[in-house]
């Protein structure tokens, strides 16, 4: 029997939920969302989009595989999507406190601990996905001592892709053909998708004017947050797309090329988080099952009559990527780097090279 520490989730309208815990003893709070994915926590704990959110796994066991080692080659790492843990808490319903996987170093519990992340065990995640599809996504806070231990936090209201974000130039590969990579959050499958297509890959800052380099192709990755705080990188997007070298972007990325086409963004009611989201391609009869992770969605009816829909989510008919009718720029809201999920998009990336 395990003696675990008693925790509370609150919620911003008041609900409170009784838990143990498993990570980190700190309070925490932010904005809680759910996720329906069935595997990958390992992936989805390190992607940079969740910064400053508190994660809710739907699916019953989590914890069972552990987690991998953190190791680094060539300044990628090896089995996560960033350098640490990004969300600020991880909610889930049964833990597994004894894990197995033949490339699991640690337990989730251990991990935690060590990123001073809180996680809560013993949580009913169904009620709690219930009340955040009918209410939204809502503020909520960890609290071991009481209700007033931590004050509520909104990441919305904070530039989020500033924090994420390198802040630094970082040069990956050795290939013929330069891409820019403009890191809002970028995740570690999108720098492997990309290099292991025999690029140079030059990584910069979210805000960096990369029109003063010289490149082949423009890419612009994922991010966490409200895209409004992005307005130095839609200008410098705006800049280069006064050219008509290939540029692509991904979720954020997706969101701050529409920006820089003219369109508008909104916010979703609970957002798009999962393995299953199907999505067609426009003026096509093919559908594909995409992993996303976005709490955000460009307005198709605002897009300039320069720009059209790639694609279109089918469960609720939301923008999942644009695409120029003229020069060589277009974009997903999904991700087909997955990382975790299914990989039936990557064919995204070699479109990207290939105009190159």
């Known amino acids: ?61 989590v ?13 990628i790492s090896d089995f996560y999507e960033s350098e640490k843990i990004q969300v600020n808490g991880l909610i889930i319903s049964d833990y597994s406190h004894e894990y197995s996987h033949w490339n699991a170093k640690k337990s989730l519990g ?8 809180p996680g809560i065990y013993g949580i009913d995640t169904r009620e709690l996905t219930k009340i955040l599809r009918e209410k939204g996504s809502m503020k909520g806070k960890i609290v071991f001592s009481g209700v007033d231990e ?72 994922n991010g966490p947050g409200n895209p409004d705080f992005c307005e130095e990188t839609v200008k410098n997007i705006r800049k280069a797309m006064e050219g008509n070298k290939p540029i692509c972007g991904i979720c954020m990325g997706n969101q701050l090329l529409s920006k820089a086409g003219g369109a508008t ?36 009816a605002s897009l300039g009559s320069d720009w059209e829909p790639l694609f279109i989510n089918l469960n609720d008919g939301t923008n999942e990527g644009i695409k120029h009718k003229t020069k060589p720029f277009f974009s997903a809201q999904f991700h087909p780097e997955a990382a975790s999920g299914p990989t039936d998009t990557s064919f995204l990336f070699d479109m990207f090279v290939e105009k190159l």
């Not at 914890?63 to 300044?75: E, I, L, Q, R, S």
């Not at 820019?180 to 990584?203: E, F, M, P, S, Y």
Request: charged share 20%; with cysteine; aromatic share 12%.
């Open 110 to 117: 251990e991990w935690l601990k060590e990123n001073d992340v």
């Open 150 to 221: 931590i004050d509520f936090y909104d990441p919305n209201i904070e530039n989020q892709v500033a924090i994420a974000s390198c802040k630094e130039v970082i040069t990956y590969g050795n290939g013929k053909k330069k891409v820019v990579l403009v890191d809002c959050g970028v995740k570690h499958n999108i720098i492997r998708c990309l290099v292991k297509r025999d690029v140079t890959l030059i990584r910069v800052p979210w805000d960096y004017d990369f029109n003063q380099l010289e490149w082949d192709g423009l890419f612009i990755s």
């Open 63 to 75: 914890g069972n595989y552990g987690v991998p080692d953190n190791t680094f080659t060539n300044g």
């Open 1 to 61: 029997m395990y003696s675990d520490k008693p925790v509370q989730l609150i919620l911003d309208d008041g609900t409170v939920f009784e838990g143990r815990s498993f990570g980190s003893e700190k309070a925490s709070a932010g904005e809680v969302v759910f996720n329906t994915a069935m595997v990958g926590y390992p992936e989805s704990l390190t992607d940079p989009s969740y910064l400053g959110q508190i994660l809710v796994v739907t699916f019953p066991l």
């Open 265 to 300: 963004i909104y916010k979703l009611k609970y957002g798009h988080r999962s393995h299953n989201q199907p999505v067609k391609m426009v003026d096509s009869t093919k559908c594909f099952i995409t992993s996303q992770n976005h709490g955000f969605a460009v307005a198709n």
